[in-house]
């Protein structure tokens, strides 16, 4: 005879029905609207309204509101850090639920396609709600604070409008409330697809980073080649995309005809998003992908195995044992294990790349200095190399972005860097190490970029030369001040620029290690530096009517000669950077060694 | 007996939650005590604090009769294995231990060569340790804990991942260990393993060790 089950029991086992239609959604949407993601996205949107609006507020006070909203949009960034704002609310939630074992809980409960369905409608959702929220709010406030009648003739002859697009110039004079609305809706949509492809991407990379960080990189690096370095067509560049128009520096949008061109981006980008969905989003490859390591086959997919090992490490010397101090063997370890060739390869293998486009757009720009009849010094590989190193988007997204992710892996320890403690017996000294290895690698890394620079310019045809080429009487096309070209050699100009982003390199590397400290997060520090280093692009233009002092905070400011809105140097700023990097370096090495004195080391995994 | 290694009220909190609470401990020469707990009962952060890995909030550890916080952080002459084992994935078995002689400086190729030997595995093996399976892993952490040849060995969980034949190999290489006179440390999750080779044996329940008779 079946003995009888307790009421409570059996609801507790047998849930009482399936759930609603939609329940699974609503939970979900609800996850992400009270997610801390979703404030954060918040308070940066609006943060960056804010430093657009300040701009807005130095044109003629004939203004009307339209004017306000439209340049605090335009001049706010925005097409910049829309996927990181898109992304914020949920895009991890597919990777964290996996990682956690909630999604298998969902799965079980409802039918997969749902779970998958609900989980990408709630994250475009929130995605679209937390870009545009803030430009409603800052419609209500241009709308409420300015009753200036529209269409004043004095901007007539001001970059304000938008004068590329006719018909939307139209809108933008008849009737500005739709114009917002529509500009709201477009920012709304492209959220919506950067948010998508975010939590798409996590079905290739079982990794949190990668929902923030592709979107962001990939539209930044978009915009940079269509916008900046001209490579690709104008309309692969989210600004136009997102009708920020009149401020693109290659394209002058005025026929009506090239609308259809401005949906190629968003509908490759729903593209990619679909395939990855379509290859990688079936029910077995999502649930088994996220189990725990120890669930993972151990044959798995992993990149390094695709590497021979012989560039991933360098040899082991048996003759050092019992040789040396602990001090030093300990260091050499550090360099043994962190200094792969690999790693070496592949920046040189990156940096060389970037180079090659740096020239091709230094020849876009002043084809004259490379006609065969020029008079005077032909441009030599130190043009390229101030050029290229002195360009504050390669230096954001790549020099320095190479840089700190290569260093990033120093804390938290391993368990292998933990037993390696253990036996140098000395918590300080182990700080003292990692210290003197992130500055020795700032110089390395350095070095390695200007070699490869020179290099790669030789091997373009470009001479080496002691002296200055055709740039000198135009050095803002290679990104330093004139003042630096006044002496007959480049070696005062040179020691400028290595010494600031080597000095810079070194300092931020010191954030990014207490920063992981701090956490007992690998990533955590280099997630956060670089999007401190990129949002320093936008809020350097905060600090444009402040004292000089102040003028340094953003470090951007601090890593290239010259930079929009900071575009003349003189004599006497020449080292600004320079002491800038030293009081970063006064406050930082300190506080370092008070995070590592009391660090815990806990259990971390092996890494491969 | 002489004591090697002594705890007095021990307390470690992370974020809010109390994981140790004012707890004493002491450990006897040539003895082998384990310590038996489920998940998340503190056993490892334990054992992480008498390394002087972890910083206990509170409560004093003393090895070998030092006390570890002021100038002496790490306890000498212990052999330390925890639940990760601490390898390089992209190295061969030997070079990981070699990069770890390295430090402690006191190793000779002979006695890392050795000590592979004594865990069954082969120092001239040329395969990396990411093909390595967990039980071969454990070994080899195993095998560099015992390398500097430490009078107290503390093992986090070392029979995780081992194979039945492999447990009583490790069984048998404690009481060799004892015979030679190390102390030895062990945590476990199981009760009937540590029964099967313990001399005493506690259980950690709320932040607190008692005693299984």
């Given at each position: 005879m079946a003995l009888p089950i307790e009421p409570a029991l059996k609801t507790r086992f047998n849930p009482p029905s399936?759930?609603?239609?939609?329940?699974?959604?609503?939970?979900?949407?609800?996850?992400?609207?009270?997610?801390?993601?979703?404030?954060?996205?918040?308070?940066?949107?609006?943060?960056?309204?804010?430093v657009g609006l300040r701009f807005a507020y130095q044109l003629p006070s004939e203004r009307s509101f339209i004017e306000e909203w439209y340049v605090s949009y335009t001049q706010s960034f925005y097409h910049l850090m829309l996927p990181l704002i898109a992304c914020f609310p949920f895009a991890d939630s597919l990777v964290t639920d996996r990682k956690q074992g909630y999604l298998e809980r969902l799965a079980v409960r409802e039918r997969f396609g749902k779970v998958i369905s609900a989980k990408f409608l709630a994250n475009a959702l929130a995605g679209g709600l937390a870009a545009s929220i803030p430009l409603v709010l800052l419609y209500a406030f241009t709308s409420l604070t300015n009753h200036n009648p529209l269409n004043h003739p004095i901007f007539n002859t001001i970059f304000a409008r938008p004068y590329e697009i006719a018909e939307v110039t139209k809108l933008y004079q008849n009737t500005p409330d739709?114009?917002?609305?529509?500009?709201?809706?477009?920012?709304?949509?492209?959220?919506?697809?950067?948010?998508?492809?975010?939590?798409?991407?996590?079905?290739?990379?079982?990794?949190?980073?990668?929902?923030?960080?592709?979107?962001?990189?990939?539209?930044?690096?978009?915009q940079y080649f269509a916008s900046d370095a001209r490579l690709i067509p104008w309309y692969w560049a989210p600004s136009e995309v997102l009708l920020k128009a009149n401020f693109s520096t290659n394209h002058d949008f005025e026929a009506v005809n090239e609308i259809p061109y401005l949906l190629i981006l968003p509908l490759c980008l729903i593209l990619l998003i679909g395939l990855l969905i379509f290859f990688f989003g079936k029910r077995k490859q999502v649930l088994e992908n996220s189990l725990s390591e120890n669930r993972k086959p151990k044959d798995g997919f992993s990149f390094s195995k695709l590497i021979p090992s012989w560039l991933q490490n360098f040899p082991v010397n048996e003759k050092r044992l019992k040789k040396g101090t602990v001090f030093g063997n300990y260091f050499r370890n550090l360099l043994n294990i962190h200094i792969q060739p690999i790693r070496i390869v592949l920046i040189v293998l990156i940096v060389a790349v970037l180079t090659v486009v740096m020239f091709g757009w230094m020849k876009l720009r002043m084809p004259m200095f490379f006609a065969p009849d020029l008079a005077g010094k032909p441009p030599n590989t130190w043009d390229l190399y101030f050029m290229t190193i002195g360009d504050p988007l390669t230096m954001a997204l790549i020099i320095a972005n190479l840089f700190l992710f290569m260093i990033s892996d120093l804390q938290p320890q391993s368990a292998f860097g933990q037993l390696a403690v253990k036996r140098l017996g000395s918590r300080k000294q182990s700080w003292l190490a990692h210290i003197l290895f992130l500055f020795f690698s700032a110089i390395a890394y350095s070095l390695i970029v200007f070699l490869t620079m020179h290099l790669t310019g030789r091997l373009l045809g470009l001479p080496f030369s002691n002296e200055w080429s055709v740039y000198r009487n135009s050095a803002e096309h290679i990104n330093i001040p004139f003042f630096l070209t006044i002496p007959d050699t480049h070696f005062q100009a040179f020691l400028a620029v290595f010494g600031m982003s080597t000095l810079g390199f070194f300092a931020m590397s010191l954030l990014v290690l207490l920063i992981n400290t701090l956490t007992q997060r690998r990533l955590i520090g280099y997630l956060m530096v670089e999007i401190l280093l990129i949002a320093s692009l936008p809020l350097s233009s905060i600090f444009l009517n402040v004292p000089v002092v102040l003028q340094y905070l953003p470090i951007i400011r601090n890593l290239v000669m010259r930079f929009y809105p900071f575009v003349f140097r003189n004599l006497d700023q020449a080292w600004h950077s320079v002491y800038a990097w030293l009081i970063w370096l006064v406050i930082l090495i300190p506080v370092t060694w008070l995070a590592y004195r009391k660090q815990d080391y806990l259990s971390h995994p092996d890494y491969d | 007996m002489t004591t090697i290694l002594s705890a007095k009220n021990i307390s470690k909190a992370f974020k809010g939650k109390q994981v140790l609470e004012n707890l004493d401990f002491e450990l006897e020469e040539n003895q082998i005590v384990a310590i038996c707990g489920t998940n998340g009962s503190g056993k490892s952060v334990f054992m992480r604090i008498l390394a002087?890995?972890?910083?206990?909030?509170?409560?004093?550890?003393?090895?070998?009769?030092?006390?570890?916080?002021?100038?002496?952080?790490?306890?000498?002459?212990?052999?330390?294995?925890?639940?990760?084992?601490?390898?390089?994935?992209?190295?061969?078995?030997?070079?990981?231990?070699?990069?770890?002689?390295?430090?402690?400086?006191?190793?000779?190729?002979?006695?890392?060569?050795?000590?592979?030997?004594?865990v069954g595995l082969d120092p001239n093996d040329k395969r990396l340790v990411r093909t390595y399976s967990t039980g071969m892993r454990q070994r080899l952490g195993i095998a560099q804990a015992l390398m500097e040849d430490p009078s107290l060995l503390m093992l986090d969980e070392p029979t995780t991942g081992l194979d039945f034949?492999?447990?009583?190999?490790?069984?048998?290489?404690?009481?060799?260990?004892?015979?030679?006179?190390?102390?030895i440390l062990i945590t476990s999750h199981s009760k009937e393993e540590i029964a099967s080779f313990c001399d005493r044996a506690y259980e950690m329940a709320g932040g607190q060790l008692a005693l299984i008779s």
């Open positions: 399936k759930p609603k239609p939609g329940h699974i959604f609503n939970s979900e949407i609800k996850r992400a609207l009270r997610s801390r993601g979703f404030l954060i996205a918040l308070i940066m949107a609006s943060l960056l309204l804010l739709l114009f917002i609305l529509l500009v709201i809706a477009v920012v709304f949509v492209v959220a919506v697809i950067f948010a998508s492809l975010g939590m798409a991407s996590t079905l290739l990379v079982n990794q949190r980073f990668v929902a923030f960080s592709l979107p962001f990189l990939l539209a930044n690096a978009l | 002087g890995l972890v910083v206990p909030d509170s409560g004093t550890v003393t090895v070998n009769g030092i006390q570890l916080g002021g100038k002496v952080e790490f306890p000498s002459s212990t052999g330390v294995h925890f639940d990760n084992s601490g390898l390089l994935l992209t190295e061969t078995a030997k070079n990981n231990l070699l990069l770890l002689a390295m430090v402690s400086n006191t190793v000779s190729k002979e006695r890392v060569e050795e000590v592979i030997r004594l034949a492999g447990q009583d190999w490790f069984h048998e290489l404690i009481w060799q260990l004892q015979k030679e006179g190390k102390t």
